[in-house]
Each structure stands twice: as C-alpha cells, then as structure tokens.
C-alpha cells in the first residue's frame, strides 16, 4: 500500500468515527450543559438534568418496557428462527428457499405498512386483542428480525459440510438432534451472536410499530422521547444518551466477539 | 448436491436432498426414518412459519383487501382512485421518490469509495468498521433526528460553527433538503455494509492487469470497476431506496407533518385525530409496496437476462 493509500485510510476511518461519534456527543453534551444557547460549546457542565430524568417514574417505566421488549423479542425471535434455519438448510432445501425470501421481504415493505396491517386484524375483530400490550411487538419484531439470524447463520453453514457431518454422525449412532446440539449449532454460534445483538438493538430502537399498535398502553423509550419532545429539549438529550450508551455497549460485545473469531 | 448423494453408501438415513430414485431399493424402514426427520425438521421450522404467516403475511393480505373494500364492505377501486386523483397524495409520492432517490445516490456515491478503500484495510479494522456501521444503521427516528436538531438546528453547535467560519448558507434540517441529509447519514453507512461483500470481486489480477495496459485509475473505474459492479450498485440502490420510501420514525421525528411524504401521510390516515380514514390509509400503504416492490423484480428479471 502507497503512503498515499494510507493517508486515505487513515481519513476514512477518522470521518466514520467522527460519523459515529458526533451525533452521540452532541446530546450528550446537551444533557450535561448549564446553559449552551447562542454558543458552540457549553458554558459549565451539571448533572441537573440527568438527576431529574433519572428521579422521574416515567423514565423508569419506559426503560423497565423497553428491555421488557427488547428482551423478550430477542428470546423470542432466536428460539423460533434459530431451528427454522438449521432445518431449512440441512434438511429442506425448499422451505430454505421459502425462508430466505420470507425473512428478506421486510427490507422492501416499509414498516409502516405492517403495522397498518396488524392495526387491522389484532385489534379485536377477529377475536384476538394484541394491540395495546406488548405481545404485539414482541411477535411483531421476530418477522423484522429474522434476517438477523438467517444471514450470518448460512455464511456460517456454507463453509460448514453438513451432510457429511451428519452421515459420520449417524455411522457412530448418534441421533439427528443430538448432531444438531452438539455439532452443527456450535458451528454457527458466532452467526448467532451477532443476531442477537442485532435484534435487540432493533427492538429498542424501533418506534412505528411502538407507536401506532401500543402507544401509551406500554410506553418504551423511544414513545417516552416523542412525549417529552414538547417538554425541555435537556431531559430529552438525557433519554437520548442512555439509549445511545445501551446500544453503545452492545456494538461493543459485538466487535469483541467477532474479534474473537481469529484467536 | 446430487452428484454427492449418489456417492456408494451404508443403509443409513441420508438427510434431505437425496433423489431416492438413483439408489437401488432403499429399504422401507429407510425411506420412513428419512421422511419421520424431515417431517420433524418442519416442526421445527413449524413456529417460525406461523408467525411469519400471522405477521408478516397476514397483515399484507390485510391492507390490500381493505385498501379493495368501501366502508359497506363492497368491492371497490375507488380509494385507488380517490389518491391517484388527489393532487395532494400524488406530489407526496414525488416528494419520496425525490428524497429517497437523492439520499440513496449520495449514500451510494460517499459509500462506495470508503468501502473501496475498507478493502485494504487489516481484517479486524474492516470488521470493527462494518459492525459498528451495522449498529448505526439502527440508530433512525426520533435520537438521530434529534442529535440533528442539536448539531444543525437553529441555534445548533455547527451550524454557530459554520456561520462564525463565514461559511454561508446554513443547512435548513427541516426541510426537504435537510431531510436527504439526514437519510444520507443512515444511507453511507448500509451503502457501505451492501458493497463492501461485492467489492472482492476486484481482484488485485484484474486491477494490475488494467495498470499493465496503462489505464488510469479514472479509466480502470469507469471502464472495468463500474461495469463489474453494476449488478450490486442496482441492487443496492434499490434497497437503499427502498429503504428510504419506508422510513417514517425520522422524518415524524424530525418534520412532523410539515413534508409531505407517503409515509406521514399513511401515519396521519391511520392515526390521525382529524383525518383518519382506514381504507385510505390502507390503499397509500398498498401503492407504497407496490411501487416499491417493481423495481425488484424488474432487477431480478435482468439479472436473469444478463445470466443465462
């Protein structure tokens, strides 16, 4: 590589951070400022608002819902999508097929015709009232989420031989989910980490679904930050920062597991 | 996969796949144990395929059917006809194609060469890059919209740091102009997680042999880089657009009702105190996924062509 190219990579990587960074750093500025009105950096820095957000029940609520959510589309979202997949790929290639259009569509239907959709039928005229409690989102988020797995679950597979390993499993008289649990899903467990991460920070950031099938009902973070955006723009910023410092973490763990593949 | 099937072997169950027709007599105890686990392996697939049915498919069905019916439950066109008529509803779906085109372009055009040049990177900082891209792709609606608001809002740090460098004309986040902004920063970063996989197939041979022949870098790109890429820079552009059409949290966040974008408008419709309509809210989401979904499968269709 010339010395030109890595001055280009050196300035690539520093205006993706600064991508990354600003935005997050500028709330969180604004949260901890005494006064920034009329000027480029704040004047002093407070933990006012912080204290206020932080005493408020509201705010608790809406982080208790919102890992409530979060949590439980996750869980949700792996135990159904995880064995679909690994039946898909080693036994059914045509409902793998199936799978992979299935948990790709969500890309191309925008989020808010989904939610009309399920506006539409679990609101109680068929018999089923999910809107209004968080079962709607939980099982809502799986169909958005699914690619989460299927994705990195099947670049795991295609360097795994699996019929192979399933043949030497049965000369040796195991059986079929015995070489799934023990052989088959420790091949793509790293595929599996990265999903989860990636389904929980979807569930906590999701707000169209949140606010038009649930609402004020079951109020998540991101419902609470709409409410407050008519209040004061500083305990916003606070709601904000701990959102982005959750999901902060979590892209963390993600890169220090992926880190960890090499070793 | 059949060829692999045909391989001699022990009258053991083979998994999936297998085209039991090319071996000699498999025995019937054989053929129940090989079809007991693949009906097991669709129980497993069993809870997934339900929900997917329940909400994935099921509210599709849902929209379209009553995008088709009057309030009486009659079969109808009228709501087509109601927003293809209405100046209104049709210069909202201009103004989304106009920011979705826009920011997906911008997306595509600072996505590419940072991807480019994400290829000489170590293994790790590659990695490191893409997933942290991978998480700021979740950051829409209503933190990104607002971490705006306080970077180029009125009284804004950068847009005071513009206006004290003398640079003029400070950005207007909200209006439709700010709003391709801020779909840009979400669209570099997927831009970049879309290309960066279809960018191997720029082998350091290929680039070597262009130098041999003494093409410029700008020659090599437009006559070799480009061309090679171009099924993946459709793809992608169509999925960033795509993307785009159907974001509603940020530009909520960010403008409210103020633009007017399908996907407000459909909000507005479906939840609005004033103008709730059901049925029309319905037909504008349908008319969404539809113009959303004909370009994919035009794509698709030249892709076949192109590979026969």
């Known amino acids: 590589m010339t010395k030109h190219g890595k001055d280009a990579q050196r300035v690539v990587v520093g205006l993706f951070v600064a991508l990354q960074v600003l935005p997050v750093l500028s709330v969180a500025l604004n949260a901890f400022a005494t006064d920034w009105a009329g000027s480029i950096l704040p004047e002093g820095l407070t933990w006012h608002w912080a204290g206020q957000i932080f005493a408020d029940p509201r705010f608790t609520l809406a982080l208790r819902n919102s890992l409530v959510i979060s949590f439980g589309a996750m869980l949700v979202s792996a135990a159904v999508t995880i064995p679909a997949v690994l039946a898909g790929h080693c036994y059914l290639p045509s409902l793998d097929r199936c799978l992979g259009a299935l948990v790709i569509l969500p890309y191309a239907v925008p989020g808010i015709a989904l939610a009309l959709g399920l506006m539409r039928i679990y609101s109680g005229q068929y018999g089923v009232q999910l809107n209004g409690t968080p079962w709607v989102l939980i099982l809502g988020y799986v169909p958005l989420g699914a690619s989460f797995y299927y994705l990195p679950i099947k670049n795991n597979l295609r360097a795994v031989p699996v019929r192979e390993l399933i043949e030497a499993g049965h000369l040796v008289g195991a059986g079929d989910l015995a070489i799934m649990r023990r052989v088959i899903l420790p091949a793509v467990i790293r595929g599996v980490v990265v999903g989860l991460v990636m389904n929980f920070a979807l569930a906590i950031s999701e707000f169209v679904y949140a606010n038009l099938l649930v609402g004020g009902l079951y109020p998540t973070l991101q419902i609470f930050m709409n409410v407050l955006r008519q209040g004061s723009g500083r305990l916003t910023s606070v709601v904000v920062t701990v959102y982005f410092v959750v999901v902060w973490i979590l892209s963390t763990a993600v890169v220090a597991v992926m880190a960890r593949r090499e070793d | ?308």
């Not at chain 2, 103008?275 to 539809?290: C, E, F, G, N, R």
């Open chain 2, 1 to 308: 996969m059949d060829g692999e099937s045909r391989a001699p072997s022990l009258t053991l169950p083979r998994s999936g796949g297998g085209q039991a027709g090319t071996r000699l007599g498999p025995t019937m105890q054989g053929l129940s144990v090989r079809s007991r686990v693949k009906l097991c392996a669709f129980l497993f697939a069993l809870p997934l395929l339900a929900i997917l049915a329940l909400f994935e498919i099921a509210p599709l069905l849902a929209i379209a059917w009553n995008s088709l019916h009057d309030d009486d439950g009659l079969i109808t066109l009228a709501n087509y006809a109601e927003i293809l008529g209405s100046r209104f509803q049709r210069s909202a779906f201009v103004t989304s194609v106009l920011v979705s085109a826009g920011s997906a372009g911008l997306g595509i055009l600072i996505g590419l060469p940072v991807a480019n040049i994400l290829r000489f990177m170590p293994v790790r900082l590659q990695q490191t890059v893409l997933t942290y891209a991978n998480i700021g792709s979740n950051f829409t609606g209503f933190p990104l919209a607002f971490a705006f608001i306080i970077m180029f809002g009125l009284s804004g740090s950068f847009t005071l740091l513009l206006a004290k460098l003398g640079i003029a004309g400070h950005l207007d986040i909200y209006s439709t102009a700010g709003l391709v902004v801020v779909y840009a920063y979400l669209q570099v970063q997927l831009a970049i997680l879309l290309l960066f996989p279809s960018l191997g197939a720029i082998t350091p041979e290929i680039e070597e042999m262009a130098t041999m022949v003494g093409a410029s870098r700008l020659k090599f790109w437009w006559r070799i880089g480009l061309p090679i890429l171009s099924p993946s820079l459709i793809g992608s552009f169509i999925l960033l657009f795509a993307n785009a059409m159907g974001t509603y949290a940020t530009a909520y966040a960010l403008v409210g009702g103020n633009a007017n974008l399908v996907t407000l408008r459909i909000g507005e419709l479906a939840a609005g105190d004033v103008y709730s309509d059901p049925q029309l809210a319905d037909t504008l989401a349908t008319l969404l996924i539809l113009v959303l979904i004909v370009p994919v499968i035009v794509e698709q269709a030249l892709l076949k062509r192109s590979r026969p």
